[in-house]
């Protein structure tokens, strides 16, 4: 089992960036993939952003394309999500996941963090 946490979320204006972290721990080595998803107020959970962790190759929500970079540090277990160009519809809770067996929005995540709130005011 890899334990998550993520951290970097809160309250930003429209226009405006946040970077969200999450650190793995745990049986990292298992991992074959990593997302982030998303849930905003009254709709359902949403892929975000995903990267494999072999040779870092990512995948995007066709909805915030352009605006996200997903990224690794091995050294520290973590992957990040930058943000930028922040929407008020962006608003939710953001959640880490990682995989064991595969990646991409329709991979089987075993493990996921608690979520960190992302609040974008217009």
């Known amino acids: 089992q890899v334990q998550l946490v993520e951290s970097g979320g809160g309250l930003v204006q429209a226009g405006g960036s946040l970077r969200l972290s999450c650190a793995a721990s745990?049986?990292?080595?298992?991992?074959?993939?990593m997302g982030w998803f998303r849930r905003a107020p009254g709709k359902d959970r949403e892929f975000v952003a995903t990267i494999r962790w072999s040779d870092s190759y990512t995948y995007y929500t066709d909805s915030m394309k352009g605006r996200l970079t997903i990224s690794r540090d091995n050294a520290k277990n973590t992957v990040y999500l930058q943000m930028n160009n922040l929407k008020p519809e962006d608003t939710a809770v953001y959640y880490c996941a990682a995989s064991s067996t595969g990646w991409g929005p329709l991979a089987r995540y075993d493990s996921w963090g608690q979520g960190t709130q992302v609040t974008v005011s217009s």
């Open positions: 745990g049986r990292t080595f298992s991992t074959y993939g």
